[in-house]
């Protein structure tokens, strides 16, 4: 190709490129409001965010994501020093969080006031989530002794801790949780959606789960914000406690911070694909839900709810004679 030639290409791909970032710069807005259009620079930063709760997890399960050997020994030190990094890392993303409790497009809906120091309430903040690790600790093993004790394919509780995606959603949710109860915009749906990357498991940071709880399996399993599950139950893969269609306001929108998703009381089992959907809906006390139910209203303490069992169509060629279909009862189609 002639010199002329690739030096008007060249320049042509410029042109190109120049006009390609100037219409892409005007899409973007820098505004304290959240906006869709808006640069995120300002926000919590999701990396830092999910650095944070790794180490946080760290904290919970020593050595789970690093490489300390940790002993009864020097186990205060270990924990003093990851909660420390953890802290450094995620009470600066807090702060950055914090405004939108009233920049936050519904926050602007709802009138919230602004708040005046932030960095006191983000150190305030990190303090009580701080204070929240021993509880959270306490749920997790009883989390692990659920997991065990759930399911026959667990040899150790080792096992459990290292190698279970249900364990790893609960867990990280936990965590969210504690920092969804102090009111952290945004953070813990950052935390929460990276659990459901690794896991499969999309919980949101709001769900209320009691103690001795298990995910089988985890993917495809979906807990609503608004859910309250009991103490020791059990879902299998593919479950949903989701919402109904939900009310609107005046302009249209969703009508925020009612009860969308059902309760789960205490010793339940839920079996795979199972859809359980309504914030009236209470599924009682001892109950088991078999797989691909669905369910929309309230279930009495100590049932069992099935399906009725579907009819099988099996063809085989190689039957009388390559001919006729068979149903599962045998009878020809």
Sequence with gaps: MPIEMKKKNKNEFAARFDEAIAELSALYVEDTDDRPDGILGGY??????????????????????????????????????????????????????LPLRWHGQAARTEGAREETDIGAEARRVMQEFIAALP???????????????????????????????????????????????????????VMSEWTHAQTGADIHPGAQIGHGFFIDHATGAVIGETTIIGNNVKLYQGVTLGARSFPLDAQGNPIKHIKRHPTVEDNVVIYANATILGGDTVIGRGSTVGGNVFIMESVPADSVVTMIHPEH?????????????????????
């Design 44 to 97: 919590p930063r999701p990396a830092r965010v999910i650095r944070a709760l790794q180490i946080f997890l760290d904290v919970l399960f020593p050595g789970k994501f690093s490489d300390a050997q940790v002993t009864r020994q020097n186990l205060p030190a270990f924990l003093r020093r990851r909660i420390a990094e953890g802290s450094e890392i995620l009470q600066p993303e807090i702060e950055r969080a």
């Design 313 to 333: 169509h099996i063809k085989n060629p190689k039957a009388r004679g390559g001919k006729h279909g068979y149903h599962s009862d045998g009878e020809g189609i």
């Design 135 to 189: 509880k959270v600790r306490w749920l997790l093993v009883e989390d692990i002794r659920a997991a065990y004790a759930g399911d026959p394919a667990a040899l150790t509780y080792a096992e459990v801790q290292l190698a279970y995606p249900g364990l790893l959603a609960i867990a990280s949710h936990r965590l969210a949780h504690e920092l969804y109860k102090l009111s952290v915009p945004l953070v813990p749906r």
